[in-house]
């Protein structure tokens, strides 16, 4: 009797083909949304490479969730009474967005003149507070860094700053104010990886993005220089199937911060991972 010719198979847990099968051996595949599981070979020397799907889960702070997880990879969502914190992706793909409920803000009576102050971290200002709007751009004080803002429940704002000569007793609270993910989607919400008062403090800082692969996605450096380029979306690095005038696919990238690129060694580097998605 003449043998029937080996087969490869893609498919998911329950036998559906991911792709079409092939004749002959063939090794294991990556599918966008899907975690390869196992590979299994039967008595005729047929290969079955089995995946399942990888689950997104919409859950507040505590993990309780907002809605049913799905399968697949799925983007941030909205929720009534609650705001979006941060996407963490685990070792197997897993997508968890995290939210927190809104906290309630008193109105400001209709006479209430609002007011615009920059203050040091012991409150004394460092120049002259602006009464009758809200000033959305913290500007730039010489000699002292950017390092929080402060709305109070009537509205006004106060932008606290401390000298530079902090900068360096500053990195762990640079490494951990770092975003986990943004949306450039022209929305004028969260467009750009932007680390708030980092080139204050470290004008030659250099900030470099890598995809899943390891190719250079997107390179900055500061150069000494005010008004810092942040990523915001596009490629300016060796990698880019899409061109330059399309933005990076929806995914994980991950990112080597230099605090100064002319200096070595660990405490001169933070990296991590972020998450670029462009549902609003």
Known sequence: MRRM????????????????????????????GYKFVETTVDA?????????????????????PLKPLEKGKHAKDKFD?????ETTVDADGNIKHIYKKEEEVCPAPEDKILKTEWVDEEGNPLKDPVTGKILSDVGVIDGYVFIDAIVDTEGNIKYIFEKKNDCESRKPKFRNSIPKGFSPNGDGVNDLFEVRG???????FRLRFYNRWGNLVYDSENGNRKGTKWWDGYSNGRWNVLGKENKVPVGTYFYILEFDKNRKGKDNTANGWVYVNYNK
Do not use: M, Q, R, S
């Not at 009474?81 to 914190?85: A, E, N, S, T």
């Not at 980092?198 to 030659?204: E, S, V």
């Open 5 to 32: 010719p080996v087969v490869t198979e893609w498919v998911d847990e329950n036998g559906n083909p991911l792709k079409p099968l092939e004749k002959g051996k063939h090794a294991k595949d990556k599918f966008d």
């Open 44 to 64: 005729d020397g047929n290969i079955k490479h089995i995946y399942k799907p990888v689950v997104t889960e919409w859950v507040d702070e505590n993990g309780n």
């Open 81 to 85: 009474g609650y705001v979006f914190v």
């Open 198 to 204: 980092l080139g204050d403090c470290f004008p030659d």
